[in-house]
């Protein structure tokens, strides 16, 4: 009797546990990003500034207030000037929202948008930005998002109106080869979740390219004639 007992409590005391560990696993995060430019390019010899959209989706069962704080810039200087809009426009010397964005149930907003000043630079290299959207009432209900920012007197075509790139398989097998590179293709490079370059030159052979080694989300970004267009691959 005293075991059942015994066994039965523990049982209880195990569920509550399980019960509680769900419940954080679930309340943790309410954003997602719906889409996004991960990279922004900008032509630093005649363009003003490199633009990027966030569309973030709210997927919890309450609406919510969300700000945006800027949690860090990259160390190159390329991106020192740079700004973002969210309820407001905020100046480059403003890290955090003073207001916030309300966001419904399942509902989506695309009320985010950051800049990097770049003007008649000739500036070639990159940067990224760390943004992360908050919950106003739950500090550990945030969602961090990294942009790369990227300047090159020679982009001249918007990506979207260059050749569209769609490589197979996907998802790809890490260390192995994917196709589908355009022929206008003149070389390519391999960029991890944050945006640092792990291979400059990658080598290409009749329209494919090896993928990284280790496993996870990868950009390719590939130099057509016109422009340079960014791809992403999950490699498993």
């Known amino acids: 009797m005293f075991a059942t007992k015994y066994l039965y409590s523990m049982q209880k005391i195990l569920f509550v546990i399980l019960a509680t560990a769900t419940a954080v ?11 996004m430019d991960s990279v922004a390019y900008a032509n630093s010899h005649n ?20 700000k945006v704080i800027r ?12 700004y973002f809009c969210w309820d407001l426009c905020y100046p480059t010397w403003a890290n955090q929202s003073q207001g916030t ?7 989506v907003a695309n009320d985010f948008s950051g800049y990097a000043y770049v003007r008649d630079t000739s500036a070639n290299g990159q940067d990224t930005i760390w943004y992360t959207f908050m919950n106003a009432n ?8 990294p942009v790369v920012y990227v300047f090159n007197r020679y982009v001249a075509t918007p990506e979207s109106m260059l050749p569209e790139v769609r490589l197979a398989p996907q998802p790809a097998v890490a260390g192995q080869w994917v196709r589908g590179l ?3 293709v003149q070389r390519v490079e391999w960029l991890d979740a944050l945006g640092r370059v792990a291979s400059l030159n990658a080598e290409v052979v009749d329209g494919a390219v090896r993928v990284p080694s280790t496993s996870g989300l ?18 498993r």
């Open 218 to 235: 990868w950009l390719l970004r590939s130099y057509h004639a016109g422009g340079v267009r960014t791809t992403k691959v999950t490699v």
């Open 182 to 184: 355009p022929v206008d």
């Open 138 to 145: 739950d500090s550990n209900d945030s969602l961090q998002v």
């Open 101 to 107: 964005v309300s966001i419904a149930p399942n509902a």
């Open 25 to 35: 696993t679930v309340n943790a995060q309410s954003l997602t990003v719906t889409s």
């Open 47 to 66: 363009a003003v500034q490199a633009t990027a959209h966030i569309v973030v989706k709210n997927t919890s069962t309450s609406l919510k207030e969300y």
């Open 71 to 82: 949690r860090k810039v990259g160390s190159t200087g390329l991106v020192d000037s740079n």
